[in-house]
């Protein structure tokens, strides 16, 4: 069964920096996009950071644009965040998700089109 676990979450204060990872198993993760989504309680998903097959192309949402940053190492078959000058309101579950490379980075960052999802882990920024 394929499977991304996601790492790296935790506590961390305003203003700090975490870097999350997120490695596939059980399929070919050389042909898919892979983005980043997260989901603050009582908020909907939001996709924040994707990344094509071959790692040309990114995409960021607003909220996260000259913060974040996503890269991936297909040797590794892992995808990481890299987030920085963190803010209270970037406290939520992050998750991470794969769509075939067909699908705009775009479309898959804007719709949460994708086809398989890991569990999540939680980033608290608080002081």
């Known amino acids: 069964q394929e499977q991304l676990v996601e790492s790296g979450g935790g506590l961390v204060q305003p203003g700090g920096s975490l870097r999350l990872s997120c490695t596939a198993s059980r399929f070919s993760f050389y042909y898919y996009n892979i983005g980043w989504f997260r989901q603050a309680p009582g908020k909907e998903r939001e996709g924040i950071a994707c990344i094509s097959d071959t790692g040309g192309s990114t995409y960021y949402s607003d909220s996260v644009k000259g913060r974040f940053t996503i890269s991936r190492d297909n040797a590794k078959i892992t995808v990481y965040l890299q987030m920085n000058s963190l803010k209270p309101e970037d406290t939520a579950v992050y998750y991470c998700?794969?769509?075939?490379?067909?699908?705009?980075?775009?479309?898959?960052?804007?719709?949460?089109?994708?086809?398989?999802w890991g569990q999540g882990t939680q980033v608290t920024v608080s002081s």
């Open positions: 998700a794969v769509a075939p490379r067909i699908t705009t980075i775009q479309h898959m960052c804007v719709t949460g089109d994708a086809e398989y």
